[in-house]
């Protein structure tokens, strides 16, 4: 390189964000008097949103410490779990079945699929949620309020990936997957014109979306995500959170119907509406 060069290593979690030549996790760096040390992590590929601590010669530093020559750098992961103010989220655009899937599990998961980055950033910011993404550009950005990146190629490994690292609480089958809404139990008579024949002599329970107006009730869809919903309170038990809130309305999971003012028809019985107009988790 020619001039005073310094080691930055990188912990093993950190690692797949180096070029492969770099995934040893040592890397040699020139020293140019100017460059701080976070900016010299984010350059070699490393979003600082995922690093939790710095150190030079075994000294904690902050990112805006400059090396010398001959200095000797540590970059290690954020601790898990990550404690947060509130456990609240705003997923990218390319994470829609992972907030789903949050949502079942009753946590607050924002998502929308027309959103640019700076939408993104003002949405996250003036929310005060963490924006989870794998866009590392977009983790680089200074004007986030907070951030981290979702490992995982499949909706199974993202959701894995976010209760171990933020162990949020779950209320599970408490918030609409399709817009993020609160359920609130509701009576059948008030329901009753929106139900198909089949699902009103079958169905007692139901509740509806405060926001979209979409009724739930316990289907044999539920069959199908319990062992999500318990999978996820494991992962967050093993991760330290151990939170969950008190049993909530229903028991199992619900499957949602039209929203209010629009009667579902042309379902077989036991179905509902929105497996026409909202994918599941």
């Given at each position: 390189?020619?001039?005073?060069?310094?080691?930055v290593?990188?912990?093993?979690?950190?690692?797949?964000?180096?070029?492969?030549?770099h995934r040893?996790?040592?890397?040699?760096?020139?020293?140019?008097?100017?460059?701080?040390?976070?900016?010299v992590?984010?350059?070699?590929?490393?979003?600082?949103?995922?690093?939790?601590?710095?150190?030079?010669?075994?000294?904690?530093?902050?990112?805006?410490c400059?090396?010398?020559?001959?200095?000797?750098?540590d970059?290690?992961?954020?601790?898990?779990?990550?404690?947060?103010?509130?456990?609240?989220?705003?997923?990218?655009?390319?994470?829609?079945?992972?907030a789903?899937?949050?949502?079942?599990?009753?946590?607050?998961?924002?998502?929308?699929?027309?959103?640019?980055?700076?939408?993104?950033?003002?949405?996250?910011?003036?929310?005060?949620?963490?924006?989870?993404?794998q866009d590392?550009g977009?983790?680089?950005?200074?004007?986030?309020w907070?951030?981290?990146?979702v490992?995982?190629?499949r909706?199974?490994?993202?959701?894995?990936?976010?209760?171990?690292?933020?162990?949020?609480?779950?209320?599970?089958?408490?918030?609409?997957?399709?817009?993020?809404?609160?359920?609130?139990?509701?009576s059948?008579?008030?329901v009753d014109?929106?139900?198909q024949?089949?699902?009103?002599?079958?169905?007692?329970?139901?509740?509806?979306?405060?926001?979209?107006?979409?009724?739930?009730w316990?289907?044999?869809?539920?069959?199908?995500?319990?062992?999500?919903?318990?999978?996820?309170?494991?992962?967050?038990?093993?991760?330290?959170?151990?939170?969950?809130?008190?049993?909530?309305w229903?028991?199992h999971?619900?499957?949602?119907?039209?929203p209010?003012?629009?009667p579902?028809r042309?379902l077989?019985p036991?179905?509902?509406a929105?497996?026409?107009?909202?994918?599941?988790?």
């Amino acid at each position: 390189m020619g001039g005073p060069e310094a080691h930055v290593w990188f912990a093993p979690e950190l690692r797949l964000f180096l070029a492969p030549r770099h995934r040893g996790g040592r890397v040699r760096v020139a020293c140019d008097g100017t460059s701080s040390l976070g900016h010299v992590v984010e350059s070699l590929g490393v979003p600082l949103p995922e690093v939790g601590h710095l150190a030079v010669n075994g000294q904690p530093v902050p990112p805006a410490c400059r090396l010398g020559g001959g200095d000797v750098a540590d970059a290690g992961p954020v601790r898990r779990p990550q404690r947060l103010p509130s456990a609240r989220f705003e997923l990218d655009v390319h994470l829609g079945t992972l907030a789903r899937r949050l949502r079942l599990l009753g946590v607050d998961a924002a998502w929308s699929n027309d959103c640019d980055d700076d939408t993104l950033i003002e949405l996250a910011n003036a929310g005060q949620r963490v924006l989870l993404t794998q866009d590392r550009g977009l983790l680089r950005r200074r004007r986030l309020w907070l951030s981290a990146y979702v490992r995982g190629a499949r909706p199974d490994a993202q959701l894995a990936d976010v209760l171990d690292r933020f162990a949020p609480p779950l209320a599970p089958w408490t918030r609409c997957t399709a817009c993020n809404g609160p359920l609130a139990p509701v009576s059948k008579a008030e329901v009753d014109q929106l139900l198909q024949p089949g699902t009103r002599r079958t169905y007692q329970t139901f509740a509806r979306c405060a926001a979209c107006g979409r009724v739930y009730w316990r289907g044999a869809h539920s069959k199908r995500l319990e062992p999500i919903v318990q999978s996820a309170i494991r992962a967050v038990a093993a991760a330290g959170g151990g939170r969950r809130a008190a049993a909530p309305w229903p028991a199992h999971p619900a499957r949602p119907g039209r929203p209010a003012g629009h009667p579902a028809r042309g379902l077989a019985p036991g179905n509902s509406a929105a497996d026409v107009t909202a994918q599941p988790p």
